[in-house]
Structure formats: structure tokens, C-alpha cells
């Protein structure tokens, strides 16, 4: 019987959401062997080694999946943030800005932009950052959580205060 890369797919998927890494690594190498230029798989994979904490592998897979499809936001974002993990900032920094060159009004890649900026400690680029982030899409926790912490850096306390209200208003709303 031939195993279908797609049926694969979603069996990985589901040992991945259970924890079941070494089991969902392995369905998704069969995948592969059946599809092998097929970016989603390349991506998961990657995904699931990220999640398993193999960086290293993590990055050889999503470096794969952006060989196959270069315009993949999701892989463009997972490898920046792969890459600040490793504490490599400007390969992070340049996958983020090729995802912003092709998705300049993408929130979450202008929040990974922010945190890029913040490990550096470049707290004037992050607070720039995490404000595109906010602009775009005003209900978005994590980047108003970044975005205080950094205006808590740079002594902003007005700025700190209005995150801090619009969090709580998400919060409550969100209940």
C-alpha cells in the first residue's frame, strides 16, 4: 500500500499536538519521502523540531521549505524567530525584513521585528517596531506586552501606562 503524503501529514499533526515529537518527526520523513518539493511538509517538520527544542534542525527544515516557496510568510517568521533563538540576530533580522519587504502590514512580523531589536537592546527599533505592530492591529496582546516592557526601558511611562490600559481593556473584553 502506498502511504499518501497527505494522510502523513495529518497523522504527524496529531501526534505533534500530543507531545508525540519522535512519532510526528517520523511520519513527516515518510511524507517526504512520497513528496519531497512539498513546502507545508518541510515547514511542519521544522515546526515540530522547534517545538521538540532541535533548533538546529528546526532551521535546516524551514531553510528547505523557504527554498521551495521563498514568499511563505509563516516560514519567513518561523525562521527569524528559530534564528533569534540561536541568538543569530542578523540572520533573524534579515528574514524578518524579507517577510516585511513581501507583507509590510503583517503585525506579527513587525512584533518578531520588535523582539529582534529588543534582545539587542536597540529599544528605540523595537518601540518602532511594536507601535507598527499595535497600528496594525490595535488588539494585539503580545505586541502592547512587548511594547511596555520596551517603553519600561526607555522610561516612557506614559506610553507604559496606555499599554498597560489597553492590555487590561483586551483582557476584560476577552472574559
Not at 3 to 23: D, H, P, Y
Not at 80 to 107: M, N, Q, R, V, W
Not at 118 to 145: G, H, S
Request: hydrophobic share 40%; glycine share 4%; charged share 25%.
Amino acid at each position: 500500500m502506498v502511504e499518501k503524503a497527505e494522510s502523513l501529514n495529518t497523522q504527524a499533526i496529531n501526534f505533534a499536538a500530543n507531545g508525540e515529537f519522535n512519532e510526528a518527526i517520523a511520519c513527516f520523513k515518510r511524507a517526504l519521502v512520497v513528496e519531497k518539493s512539498n513546502h507545508l511538509l518541510w515547514y511542519n517538520l521544522g515546526v515540530t523540531y522547534r517545538d521538540a527544542g532541535q533548533l538546529e534542525s528546526a532551521k535546516e527544515c524551514l531553510l528547505k521549505a523557504l527554498d521551495i516557496n521563498n514568499i511563505d510568510k509563516d516560514t519567513l517568521d518561523s525562521l527569524s524567530i528559530i534564528c533569534l533563538s540561536l541568538k543569530e540576530f542578523d540572520e533573524a533580522f534579515d528574514y524578518c525584513s524579507i517577510g516585511l519587504d513581501l507583507y509590510p502590514t503583517d503585525a506579527h512580523l513587525w512584533n518578531t521585528c520588535g523582539v529582534i531589536f529588543f534582545n539587542q537592546v536597540n529599544y528605540p527599533e523595537a518601540a518602532e517596531a511594536f507601535e507598527r505592530a499595535v497600528t496594525i492591529n490595535p488588539y494585539y496582546y503580545d505586541a502592547l506586552y512587548n511594547l511596555r516592557d520596551t517603553y519600561d526601558e526607555l522610561g516612557n511611562q506614559i506610553g507604559k501606562a496606555e499599554c498597560i490600559s489597553r492590555m487590561n481593556q483586551i483582557k476584560k473584553s476577552g472574559e
